[in-house]
């Protein structure tokens, strides 16, 4: 078992940044693909970003390439999210997710955090 505990989230005004974090126990972590994903009210889980486990592969969705950053400590388990200029429409609980394939699809990860609000502000 994984356990997956993300922080960090809150509301911010639009143009603003926010880190968030996502702190993993139970087994090697360093052995999972990591990611990021969120869920606006009425809307299906989207992939945010994803990072292998050495971090040699990363991969963002287009709505984010270039404002956020996903980075990961196998030392300290835990996975970053860096978001800068952030917009309204980045409003969402934002999830961390560990699974064995890196893709992109949420069915395909093991394990899932409870989830961290993100509020942009307009």
């Known amino acids: 078992q994984v356990q997956l505990v993300e922080s960090g989230g809150g509301l911010v005004q639009a143009g603003g940044s926010l880190r968030l974090s996502c702190a993993a126990s139970?087994?090697?972590?360093?052995?999972?693909?990591m990611a990021w994903f969120r869920q606006a009210p009425g809307e299906e889980r989207q992939f945010v970003a994803y990072i292998w486990q050495s971090s040699d592969s990363i991969s963002y969705a287009d709505s984010v390439r270039g404002r956020f950053t996903i980075s990961r400590d196998n030392v300290k388990n835990t996975v970053y999210l860096q978001m800068v200029r952030l917009i309204p429409e980045d409003t969402a609980v934002y999830y961390c997710?560990?699974?064995?394939?890196?893709?992109?699809?949420?069915?395909?990860?093991?394990?899932w955090g409870q989830g961290t609000q993100v509020t942009v502000s307009s």
């Open positions: 997710a560990a699974g064995l394939r890196l893709v992109s699809r949420a069915d395909q990860y093991d394990y």
């Open positions: 139970g087994r090697t972590v360093s052995r999972y693909a």
